[in-house]
């Protein structure tokens, strides 16, 4: 259809629509996302995508309605990690835009597929700055943050359009897709025919990638000359769900693993190759390593430094991206494609006559963990009052062994870097975290994705802090009724909530929050379940009650106020000033 027509056509009235058997912008975007098997959109209404919402969900699809678009996006940024599909998050003009491009900018730090749809202005006034409702140039905005960005003008378009942000998200490094719709997109009428004709189902969105023969025997020869070996498995491997592989490739070649934080449980945290619990150890004296969906950004390192020892080590690194390799050190054998099959190709060339690593290694490493873990066991059985983190966490640990399907959502600096340590995974992608940026206001958008794509129970365990940046949301969870529990290490602060004021002026410290505070009340306000635990077996009680209840619940842990330490384990990276002044 040409654009005179479309305009033309806009003028049709319903009866009009009816007789010919018309549709519209906004039913064509909505059968565009279900033809691609999108059933669930994460956002917050307003003009001009209201009506837009509330036809997705009069067909059918699933809409939660957030409190905060960044909230939501987090949600749609986690649903793209949990299901391999692009999550979608919905946003008004402007400044709901805004809130959910954190969220899209996140997504594509973290390589997660996630498109962030969003209503806009009028193209003719917002370009000509002629100050129109909500104006501004928002896929200009969104370009620098994403990994792709794309306008939609015309309803004949819509079908190409959301088929280019599906495959820009989830194909090779995954991220975020920034898709703008003007509001005039959704009233453009079309026969309904014709509309339909218009859509495409994206054949074969993340296409396989396979690694040369060259490339993968080359990664054989280092491993075979390697004397202490070690995999660390990353997120990009939890993404990949190419679980089966995994555990193949590290089960098979007998190398010890590490894996980060949200690729716990990709193979159980107990299993006998985890060195989780002798990291140092392995970083150091390890020399040749083998990186499996994981970059050797900040959270270790850079590759090299002190952590890494003093000999030099030999990388191998598989990786979709081929411009992640040498990108910090030299890697000796990159494996460019998709985790799946270059584990496969690796196991294939591996044959039978693999001879595992010297069992002086392994032993090493085991010893280590045996001795690491048995060290932390009589501390994680304290039932001290007020709780300390061991205390609190210990009885988490517990909770989560128990139930292996249950996904942990956690942030908070101690909160985060204590439960990481102390909670073991068992199964894949259900340790859900700050990623790369460790930013905080994840946990309950992150929860409720958890809890909507997957429909098993969720704890999330939030420091007080982390927990304010999408707290509004519990209404939310109750709302739909998920079956989320959300526990708060409540130490009055951030990191510590013992900060005095210096100037004495009376205001409050920067780090700390009203003392005492009752967070478990929030819940109760919205007809949840709301519980101030203050011991490890109060906590117990309520958590399990919780999980097997499934009732949307808070609970108010109190933590010693002193327990905690300055950013958690990255105090390092906190410049503090050396200059006293008079
Ligand atoms: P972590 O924080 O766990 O170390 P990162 O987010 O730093 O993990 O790294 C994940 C890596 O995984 C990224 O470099 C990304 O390109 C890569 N990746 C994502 N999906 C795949 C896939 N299917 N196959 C191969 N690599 C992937
Ligand atoms: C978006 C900086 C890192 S950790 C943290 C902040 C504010 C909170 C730590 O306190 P919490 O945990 O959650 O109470 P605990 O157990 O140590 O007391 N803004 C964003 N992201 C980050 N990372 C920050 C600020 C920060
Ligand atoms: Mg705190």
């Known amino acids: ?12 009235t319903a009866e009009d629509a009816a007789a010919r058997d018309l549709t519209d912008g906004f039913h064509l975007i909505i059968d565009a996302l279900k033809l691609n098997g999108l059933n669930t959109i994460y956002g917050v209404p307003g003009i001009p995508i209201t009506d837009f919402g509330r036809m997705a969900q009069a067909e059918g699809m699933r809409v939660i309605s957030f409190r905060h678009e960044q909230n939501a996006g987090n949600a749609a940024a986690i649903a793209g990690f949990l299901t391999k599909k692009p999550g979608i998050c919905l946003t008004v003009s402007a400044p709901g835009f805004l809130n959910g491009l954190t969220a899209l900018a996140h997504a594509t730090t973290n390589c997660w597929p996630m498109i962030l749809i969003s209503g806009s202005s009028e193209r003719e006034i917002v370009d000509l700055q ?23 003008l015309h309803a004949e378009d819509i079908g190409i359009g959301v088929a280019r942000a599906i495959r820009a998200a989830v194909s090779g490094r995954p991220g975020g897709v920034y898709l703008d719709l003007p509001a005039k997109l959704f009233g453009q009428v079309m026969d309904a025919a014709a509309g339909e004709k218009s859509l495409v189902k994206v054949i074969d969105p993340a296409p396989a990638q396979l690694p040369g023969a060259d490339a993968v025997a080359r990664a054989l020869d280092v491993l075979k000359g390697a004397k202490r070996p070690l995999i660390i498995l990353g997120k990009g491997a939890a993404y990949a769900q190419a679980d089966e592989s995994v555990r193949a490739f590290v089960e098979r070649s007998g190398i010890p693993y590490l894996p980060m934080s949200m690729a716990k449980g990709l193979l159980p945290d107990d299993h006998p190759l985890s060195a989780g619990a002798a990291r140092s150890l392995v ?9 499996v969906g994981a970059r050797l950004n900040w959270l270790l390192s850079h590759g090299k430094g002190k952590q890494w020892g003093a000999e030099p080590k030999k990388f191998v690194q598989i990786d979709i991206e081929p411009k992640e390799m040498d990108s910090n050190v030299e890697i000796a054998a990159p494996l460019v494609g998709d985790i799946g099959s270059v584990l496969d190709s690796l196991l294939a060339g591996m044959g039978a006559g693999w001879q595992k690593p010297n069992p002086e290694w392994t032993d090493t490493i085991r010893d280590k963990v045996d001795g690491n873990v048995a060290k932390m066991a009589p501390r994680l059985m304290n039932n001290n009052s007020p709780m300390d983190y061991h205390g609190a966490l210990g009885r988490l640990k517990t909770i989560i062994a128990e139930r292996p399907d249950a996904i942990l959502v956690n942030e ?40 909507v794509e997957t429909g098993h129970p969720v704890l999330a365990i939030e420091g007080d802090s982390a927990f304010g940046f999408s707290g509004m949301e519990v209404e939310t969870i109750c709302r739909y009724n998920l079956p989320i529990c959300v526990v708060i290490f409540n130490n009055n602060g951030i990191y510590r909530g013992t900060d005095s004021n ?23 306000a919205f007809g949840g379940v709301g519980v101030n635990a ?5 906590l117990a009680r309520a958590v399990n009650e919780a999980m097997d209840s499934g009732k949307p619940t808070l609970i108010n842990a109190v933590i010693d106020p002193t327990a905690g330490t300055e950013s958690g384990r990255i105090g390092n990276l906190n410049p503090q000033s050396v200059v006293k002044k008079k």
Do not use: H
């Not at 259809?1 to 049709?12: V, Y």
């Not at 002629?130 to 939609?152: F, H, S, V, W």
């Not at 970083?283 to 990186?291: F, I, R």
């Open 412 to 451: 908070g600096a101690n909160t985060l870097d204590f439960a990481r340590s102390i909670i073991n995974m068992s199964k894949p992608r259900k340790r859900l975290d700050v990623g790369t940026w460790g930013v905080m206001g994840v946990g309950m958008g992150s929860a409720i994705a958890a809890a």
């Open 502 to 524: 210096e100037n004495g002026d009376g205001d409050p410290a920067t780090t700390v929050f009203v003392p005492d505070a009752r967070y478990d009340m929030m819940m109760q």
């Open 1 to 12: 259809m040409t654009n005179a027509l479309a305009a033309q056509t806009q003028d049709a």
């Open 283 to 291: 970083l150091k004296e390890s020399d040749v390593v083998v990186m």
């Open 130 to 152: 002629q100050g129109d409702y909500e104006e501004m140039d928002q896929l200009a905005i969104a370009k620098p943050l994403c990994k792709a960005a794309y306008r939609i």
């Open 534 to 538: 203050t011991t490890p077996d109060e």
